[in-house]
């Protein structure tokens, strides 16, 4: 499937901010299944500098630097991409999930040895809760990595609610599997911390998802959202993403912009400013076939 992907977000100050610094993550990545066609980045005002490159994890980053007084800065992000659904895994042929986490252990492999940096805390995902008991039950001795994690997506999909207003960007793991609800990002987030509780590797993953409106519905420009999964290394397939918000294995329905530890390390938008005041943020999101968006 190729999509046109238009990502738009103004913050809009009580006062002029002065100065101000952003790091964006907001370019598809390419990867195996994924190819970037094109990608454009306005930004108004036009920043004094402007840096492009690729972060820790690879991905794509826009570094910004704005010195002139601004009120209003509005930030278009415009993407053409071609994403290929994954091959179907039989999770039952995946590693018994001890000997991935002995293997993860003794960084056996060049694989093994890059997966490792995802087997620990990291600011979001770091909990004193007993996550690892809820994590165990999707996995018993010997049973194959992928068919636990596969169980363990479904089991947050049934357990957590979808509740945007009882979380927010810096809300910590605990408290999410205290409350048993939150969003996408906390339910990948939940994921994560289930799998590193048993000394495997997660990471998180930052996209979009085309959504469909009702039968007989027109689509809403700007309805559309930024969407979060996890990943879990699941030898011999490698990584594979799980998406615990719609419990399904992520297809070519799924735009992947990037990956890191938790949120913070991809977060679309993420910045320091000196003035302004309080402020507000307006963010719309349209991810369209690019037949319809022809049309």
């Known amino acids: 499937m190729e999509y046109a992907v238009r990502h738009r977000t103004t913050s809009r100050y009580l006062q002029d901010v002065s100065y101000s610094r952003h790091v964006l993550h907001l370019a598809p990545r390419t990867t195996a299944l994924q190819a970037t066609r094109a990608f454009n980045l306005t930004v108004t005002p036009a920043p ?7 972060d820790f994890f690879g991905n794509r980053a826009d570094w910004l630097a704005l010195d002139e007084p601004h009120a209003v800065l509005d930030i278009l992000a415009e993407s053409r991409v ?14 018994d999930w001890s000997k991935v986490r002995e293997r993860l252990e003794d960084a056996i492999g ?7 940096q995802f087997q620990f805390d990291s600011s ?23 068919a636990g994690a596969v169980e363990l997506m479904a089991r947050i999909h049934a357990d957590f609610r979808y509740d945007s207003t009882v979380t927010d960007v810096s809300t910590p793991v605990d408290r999410v599997f205290e ?20 000394g495997l590797a ?8 085309l959504t469909r409106p009702p039968p007989g519905k027109q689509r ?28 399904l294995i992520p297809g070519d329905e799924h735009v ?27 963010v719309g999101v349209d991810v369209m076939p690019v037949e319809t968006a022809r049309e």
């Open 124 to 146: 979001l995902t770091v909990f004193t809760s007993d996550i690892a008991t809820y994590a165990s039950k999707s996995f018993a001795p010997s049973r194959p990595l992928l």
């Open 82 to 95: 071609t994403v290929n659904a994954p091959p179907a895994h039989d999770a039952a042929a995946s590693e």
């Open 256 to 282: 992947t912009l990037g990956w890191g530890r938790d949120y913070g390390d991809v977060a679309p938008i993420h910045g320091v400013v000196t003035g302004g005041g309080g402020h507000v943020i307006e």
């Open 179 to 198: 409350i048993r609800a939150g969003v996408c990002q906390d339910f990948a987030h939940m994921g994560i911390g289930a799998m590193r509780s048993l």
């Open 48 to 54: 004094a500098q402007r840096v492009r490159r690729e």
């Open 110 to 116: 060049p694989d093994a040895s890059d997966a490792v």
């Open 220 to 247: 809403l420009v700007g309805a559309d959202a930024s969407h979060a999964w996890f990943s879990v290394w699941a030898p011999p397939f490698g990584w594979v993403d799980l998406d615990p918000t719609n419990n």
């Open 202 to 209: 997660a990471r998180y993953v930052s996209g979009y998802l």
